[in-house]
């Protein structure tokens, strides 16, 4: 069993990469049949976020070292340490982004309605309301189908994300 900080415990018909999409009785079904602390005795597998988070990109190099070929079938994927990336980067990512990132619960309700509303007005989408955690959990867990079920799920998970992982962890 993998030990450690973890999203949800599992069983082992557990799809990391889909929640239920109907309905809020869904909601609630999905969370009472995963819970948090695994029953007295029951083996669960612990998910973290490491598991679903998308892997590098296959990538195969000649005897020199030079790459030969790089296997793009999901898109080109390469993890960088964030300690490896510029300061001033992860400053504009959170300014553009997310600029109570650091300070804020996962979840910006009045980013939500100001979205919301801006996007009503103009009758379609010219703003987003999401914040860092929320894109990392529509992007690695529940999918980016245009849906109110979505932005449900994001907002309930988010806070969960945000006590389960350091901010480090989450960009």
């Known amino acids: 069993m993998k030990k450690g900080k973890h999203l949800v415990s ?10 239920p999409e109907s309905g809020q009785a869904a909601i609630a079904q999905w969370l009472s049949d995963h819970p948090q602390k695994p029953a007295r005795g029951v083996y669960q597998e612990v998910t973290t976020l490491a598991d679903i988070l998308p892997k590098d990109s296959l990538k195969m190099y ?7 070929y790089q296997m793009l079938d999901q898109g080109m994927q390469t993890t960088v340490p964030l300690s490896q990336i510029s300061q ?14 650091w300070t804020g619960p996962g ?9 919301a509303l801006a996007n009503l007005t103009h009758g379609y989408v010219v703003e987003g309301g999401s914040t860092i955690t ?8 529940v999918g980016d189908q245009d849906t109110i079920m979505r932005k449900l799920q994001e907002i309930i998970l988010a806070p969960e994300v945000t006590r389960l992982y350091s901010k480090q962890e989450i960009l």
């Open 10 to 19: 599992t069983n082992d018909n557990y799809s990391p990469a889909k929640l």
């Open 62 to 68: 000649d005897e020199h070292g030079t790459l030969i």
């Open 88 to 101: 001033n980067l992860i400053n504009a990512e959170v300014a553009i982004e997310d600029h109570y990132f």
């Open 107 to 115: 979840v910006d309700i009045t980013g939500i309605v100001r979205a």
């Open 134 to 141: 929320q894109q990392l959990i529509k992007n690695a867990i």
